[in-house]
């Protein structure tokens, strides 16, 4: 399941945080969604996304109600999010308290009910105008925020996504250990 030392850190201190603010190890709720990165040229994968007019790379993370990445995943800014939503709900499957996924309209085509879990797809309405937070899935644009204002995780310099994967891990495990201090 763990690929990398980072990633084993990461889930070590996720479980810590949880502890340190009274919550269960195990989450009862995931959010997902994507981040379009601007890359420099030389990436071992690359795209351009039309909605967002950015050439580089898409972080897809899923992070639980306090903002901790549980998983991660890089790919080309030009594949479909429905992509990587699969593959995420899948893995969180394994979550034996988890009971629901929120996920933006881009992952509309994950079925809703996996039985011990439900997928919630949640959208803009088309009456809104300017930015509304939506219940609860904002955590993981805060979480993108924190992210995004780390130097070496603002832009994406790193040729190989593994690397890119890990520097995420490495962010994140920064932010918790300032938590946890």
Known sequence: MCKNIFE??????NIQIRLKVG?????????IDSQSVEGDINLDQKGVDRNKKVKGRKR????????LI???LIIAANVSDIHPGREFVTQVSSNKRLEKVLV?????????NYG???VEVSSKRPEQVGFIPIHKRWVVERTFAWLKRQR???RDYEFDSSHLLSMLYIGMSKLMLNRLA
């Not at 084993?8 to 201190?13: A, E, G, R, V």
């Not at 897809?60 to 903002?67: I, S």
């Not at 933006?104 to 809703?112: E, H, K, N």
């Open 8 to 13: 084993k850190i990461s889930l070590h201190l």
């Open 152 to 154: 070496r995780l603002a």
């Open 60 to 67: 897809h993370v899923v992070v639980d109600v306090l903002g």
């Open 70 to 72: 549980f998983f991660c």
């Open 116 to 118: 011990a879990f439900t």
């Open 23 to 31: 919550r269960d190890p195990n989450p009862s709720l995931f959010c």
């Open 104 to 112: 933006d309209g881009a992952y509309q085509g994950i079925p809703g």
